[in-house]
């Protein structure tokens, strides 16, 4: 069997071409690592950030930026309960008397 092969020159232009686009795709595995590496790097900066309220406006900054007053939990908790202590003071308060 015969197999004609090209001419030496035509060889050596393929081999260096074929060397040239291995040589690319390891740039370009390498690149998309790097690129994966750094996804995840920011992926754990933009979780970290939602969960500390830092990514959208808190309901106090919302509520500066609209001129209006805001009442954090802690503060509305301990009102509801020095009101419903006061009602319930009254109520016994005012059973005693009658």
Do not use: C, W
């Not at 939602?50 to 900054?61: C, D, K, Q």
């Amino acid at each position: 069997m015969q197999l004609s092969l090209p001419p030496l020159p035509e060889q050596n232009e393929i081999v260096r071409r074929v060397e040239a686009l291995l040589a690319l795709t390891d740039r370009i595995e390498a690149e998309v690592a790097a690129a994966r590496a750094k996804t995840e790097t920011m992926r754990q900066s933009i979780l970290a950030q939602a969960f500390s309220g830092r990514l959208v406006p808190t309901e106090a900054g919302l509520a500066r930026r609209e001129g209006r007053e805001y009442e954090p939990a802690s503060v509305l908790l301990e009102r509801i309960h020095s009101e419903k202590k006061e009602k319930t003071g009254r109520r016994g308060t005012q059973s005693t008397l009658v």
